[in-house]
């Protein structure tokens, strides 16, 4: 009977923890459209409590729209604009800002039952406490983000947006971690080497510096250049890679040299999943094993073509969407396989 009960609160664990990593999922997808339809910096002030209420009359939507008024913005690049276009933006940032109150509230109300009804382990206790310090922390970055933008130039900085959507799925993958951790364990059916385990993390690691740098083009709208494929404009090493000084800001600044680094990181990727596959296929693995890289393989293959399809179209705005999405479910489907090849387990569900 204790054990049936154990196996009843790990499956409420897991389930809550998935409903949460969605939200997370379709926070970045919104938070992507946002960006993608230059509407985040349509909410000029951080209202935690009193922002959950959108404009309700004529006069509280005239005043949101002196407010933005006041920006760069509105004064570079949309002035004149009519309130029904400014309401179009506002929504988006609305919505992205609403769901990150939602997932606070989805994460905190269970948790709180979880912890006193004595559902959790002490050392699963605090690892979910953890989570929420993260997700609150995210939202701080998040308006860490939107007041660079808030300044002189109408744009966010291309490292504050890295670092909000890093983060943002930095906290999936932590979410995600305690989920499968949940699951009971399966072992393969024949010996499997170490090096595997090490190689996932190398692929995750890759993976987490490609997404840093498709922040860094998306921010500084490097994907824009250049929309053509295999070569950049018929140069495989593209002209003007070191054109910024000091030299080092090429790699962070320079657009042409962030699409370039993005592009190269695409191919490594590919060269990696491909011999990891290969690799996987030598050895008895368990079927969860065998999941994660067939998984992983679909997932980058999806991911590589709308990369090259958002390039040649010249980043619309559903392709876009569609690029992030993948880039999303490609991290998701690493960071499964990284658990599903490590070693050793830890009890994390209470008795």
Request: glycine fraction near 8%; proline fraction near 3%; charge should be positive.
């Amino acid at each position: 009977m204790e054990s049936k009960l154990a196996l009843k609160r790990s499956g409420a664990i897991q389930l809550w923890l998935a409903v949460v990593c969605f939200l997370i999922f379709v926070m970045v997808v919104v938070g992507g459209i946002t960006r993608l339809t230059e509407s985040g910096l349509s909410i000029v002030e951080w209202k935690p409590i009193t922002g959950i209420v959108p404009p309700t009359s004529e006069a509280a939507w005239q005043l949101e729209f002196e407010n933005y008024k006041q920006y760069p913005e509105y004064q570079k690049l949309n002035h004149g604009m009519s309130m029904d276009e400014f309401k179009a933006i506002f929504w988006w940032e609305f919505i992205h800002r609403l769901l990150g109150r939602l997932v606070g509230l989805v994460y905190l109300l269970p948790l709180l039952f979880f912890q006193f009804t004595g559902c959790l382990s002490s050392v699963f206790s605090r690892r979910l406490w953890i989570g929420f310090v993260l997700g609150g922390l995210q939202g701080l970055v998040g308006w860490y983000m939107v007041k660079s933008g808030l300044v002189d130039r109408p744009d966010v900085s291309h490292y504050r947006l890295a670092l909000h959507l890093g983060l943002a799925f930095f906290l999936f993958a932590y979410l995600f971690w305690q989920i499968l951790d949940l699951r009971p364990k399966t072992k393969s059916k024949g010996l499997v080497p170490g090096y595997l385990a090490t190689y996932a993390k190398v692929i995750l690691a890759f993976v987490s510096i490609q997404i840093v740098w498709g922040a860094f083009t998306a921010g500084l709208k490097a994907g824009y250049g250049f929309n053509t494929f295999p070569t950049m404009n018929g140069q495989w090493i593209p002209s003007g890679f070191w054109m910024l000084d000091p030299v080092w800001s090429n790699f962070f600044e320079n657009n042409i040299s962030v699409q370039f680094i993005h592009r190269t990181l695409a191919w490594i990727l590919l060269a990696l999943f491909s011999s990891f596959f290969v690799l996987s296929r030598r050895f008895d693995i368990s079927a969860r094993q065998a999941k994660a890289v067939w998984a992983v393989s679909a997932a980058f293959l999806m991911q590589f073509c709308l990369g090259i399809a958002t390039l040649l179209l010249m980043v619309p705005i559903q392709l876009a969407s569609l690029h992030q999405l993948g880039g999303f479910v490609l991290f998701g489907a690493t960071v499964f396989m990284v658990h599903s090849f490590r070693t050793g387990s830890l009890k994390t569900a209470s008795a």
